[in-house]
């Protein structure tokens, strides 16, 4: 690939990310090109001498439609789920054509919207409000573990969603260094690593392998159920889950739970009971060897004809009745 896969907006907004969290930084009055060379998102070919683009800078700065000729199951996925009545309040495609899809813009659209709500105790420095709290770090730190331990060959791509009570986030690949070592921290084994120097050049990620027990300490410091890790494979995957519930309140949200199956249960109980008696009527109205129509089985239980069918078709699954026809001329009969 040339150069020209970047997207130069999202370029030149890292650089001002960089500039801004390392001022007077050396490489400040590099042109582009040389620019993305340090940061490791560019490199010399030796066979042509020409620059040109990484995997890891394809990735971070590149348009999704040109990431994909390299990743084809390339896909970062966010979704909002704040509403049980609706299937998302909130969602964010990198396929979607109106934004770049990269990992960069993705990274900030998705942290913003993380953080938007969550409840972090009012803290002040002097008479300056401090918005930026270990809880705020800490989810910085998952998102970019996210991104950069992902294997971009992997189907089904990343999927963060952000939930009433918590955030999950999921990534194809296993974990390196292993579930064990990764709690314990002091091994820092990325999968991208050159994605992982990006983010640590703009003030993001750790590289001392302590960024998934720091999290869990914001945690616990915040007196919120500790975070799990789970890890599913065929194909690999690793799904990470913060919740902001603390023990309390997770037992009542449990009781909660099951009253509503109870619930549940006792009116399927209900409707169940009277199923079985419909289907029971429509059994004893039917002579041996005489067919019926839908409307003749609607009759008898003072039904419509999509009530009648879908019994028909139960006792036909169940093979105490017989459908012979198609359409509307389908005519039934009880099986002898």
């Known amino acids: 690939m040339q150069m020209d896969v970047f997207n130069q907006e999202t370029v030149h907004s890292y650089r001002n990310r960089h500039m801004a969290y390392r001022r007077e930084h050396v490489w400040q009055q590099l042109g582009d090109e040389d620019y993305l060379e340090r940061v490791g998102a560019a490199r010399m070919s030796y066979l042509d001498g020409k620059m040109h683009p990484t995997a890891a800078g394809l990735l971070m700065f590149g348009d999704e439609y040109k990431i994909v000729y390299e990743y084809p199951e390339y896909f970062l996925d966010f979704r909002e789920l704040l509403d049980p009545s609706i299937r998302w309040t909130d969602r964010l495609q990198s396929g ?188 004893n109205n039917m002579q041996p060897e005489k067919e019926y129509k839908v409307e003749e089985v609607a009759d008898w239980l003072d039904v419509g004809r999509s009530r009648a069918r879908t019994l028909l078709k139960m006792l036909v699954d169940d093979n105490k009745v017989v459908e012979t026809g198609i359409t509307k001329m389908k005519r039934y009969r009880i099986n002898r």
């Open 96 to 283: 979607s054509g109106d934004w770049t899809g990269n990992l960069f813009d993705f990274f900030f659209r998705v942290y913003g919207k993380l953080v938007k709500d969550v409840k972090i105790p009012f803290k002040l420095e002097g008479a300056v409000r401090v918005d930026d709290t270990p809880v705020h770090k800490a989810i910085r730190e998952a998102l970019a573990n996210c991104l950069v331990n992902t294997d971009f060959y992997l189907p089904r791509g990343v999927v963060i969603k952000k939930e009433s009570d918590g955030i999950v986030m999921e990534n194809p690949g296993s974990i390196r260094t292993g579930k064990k070592q990764m709690l314990k921290g002091g091994i820092s084994d990325p999968r991208n690593k050159a994605l992982m120097k990006m983010f640590n050049m703009i003030g993001i990620g750790e590289r001392a392998g302590s960024g998934v027990p720091d999290i869990y300490a914001v945690w616990e410091s915040q007196g919120w159920i500790m975070p799990q890790v789970i890890e599913e494979y065929a194909p690999d995957r690793t799904i990470l889950r913060l919740s902001f519930l603390t023990k309390t309140e997770e037992k009542k949200a449990i009781k909660k739970s099951d009253r509503k199956k109870v619930t549940e249960k006792s009116d399927r109980k209900k409707v169940t009971e009277k199923t079985r008696k419909q289907l029971q009527v429509v059994l």
